[in-house]
T-cell receptor, first 114, second 114 residues
Framework: AQSVTQPDIHITVSEGASLELRCNYS??????LFWYVQSPGQGLQLLLK??????LVQGIKGFEAEFKRSQSSFNLRKPSVHWSDAAEYFC????????????FGTGTQLKVEL | GAGVSQSPSNKVTEKGKDVELRCDPI?????LYWYRQSLGQGLEFLIY????????KSGLPSDRFSAERTGGSVSTLTIQRTQQEDSAVYLC????????????FGEGSRLTVL
């Protein structure tokens, strides 16, 4: 079955530490891949996207993500986390076979310790 | 404002009542989506409108749920005979329709069914 998985429900990091949030997908063909962030009390905001080409993509707020076809993964990273990065992060996909329906993973809640 | 606007931001209703949630998308966006966000269920796709095409209703959980989009702009999500399990945050998003997965979300309407 087609799915997008975020194995970590909660992650806690210290401010200034590096961050990696995991995302795996299971689709016949590589889908379009996205990361969204939802800060407390706010709507979701697109951080970055991967359609094709360079497997390391840069996004807003200093985030980047790396697409690894062999691992069916699209992990989100940030070299140095700021307290304001505390939020919920969602990996999402759109199948390349057509349609525009965005399917989300279950999310990872990030807590930043000062 | 220039973003996606949703109203009401909060709605408390009694079981069995009907509710209407409104979404005003970004001007010029041809695609409009409704999602539901609840504890334990994550972000669920409900319905998708694209231009004048027939909507994709594949995510509507029951026939108590319906949505319309008038004049290709404002959309209303209607829940009839509300149940306690309908309690959730209902998120609306819009997009240009030519950029798969690049959605702009509103802040949501929180529905509480007593």
């Amino acid at each position: 079955a087609q799915s997008v998985t975020q194995p970590d429900i909660h992650i806690t990091v210290s401010e200034g530490a590096s961050l990696e949030l995991r995302c795996n997908y299971s689709y016949g063909a590589t889908p379009y891949l996205f990361w969204y962030v939802q800060s407390p009390g706010q709507g979701l905001q697109l951080l970055l996207k991967y359609f094709s080409g360079d497997t390391l993509v840069q996004g807003i707020k200093g985030f980047e993500a790396e697409f690894k076809r062999s691992q069916s993964s699209f992990n989100l990273r940030k070299p140095s986390v700021h307290w304001s990065d505390a939020a919920e992060y969602f990996c999402a996909v759109v199948p390349t076979g057509g349609g525009n329906k965005l399917t989300f993973g279950t999310g990872t809640q990030l807590k930043v310790e000062l | 404002g220039a973003g996606v606007s949703q109203s009401p931001s909060n709605k408390v209703t009694e079981k069995g009542k009907d509710v209407e949630l409104r979404c005003d998308p970004i001007s010029g966006h041809t695609a409009l989506y409704w999602y539901r966000q609840s504890l334990g269920q994550g972000l669920e796709f409900l319905i998708y409108f694209q231009g004048n095409s027939a909507p994709d209703k594949s995510g509507l959980p029951s026939d108590r749920f319906s949505a319309e989009r008038t004049g290709g702009s404002v959309s209303t999500l209607t829940i009839q005979r509300t149940q306690q399990e309908d309690s959730a945050v209902y998120l609306c998003a819009s997009s240009l329709g030519t950029h798969p997965g690049e959605l702009f979300f509103g802040e949501g309407s929180r529905l509480t069914v007593l």
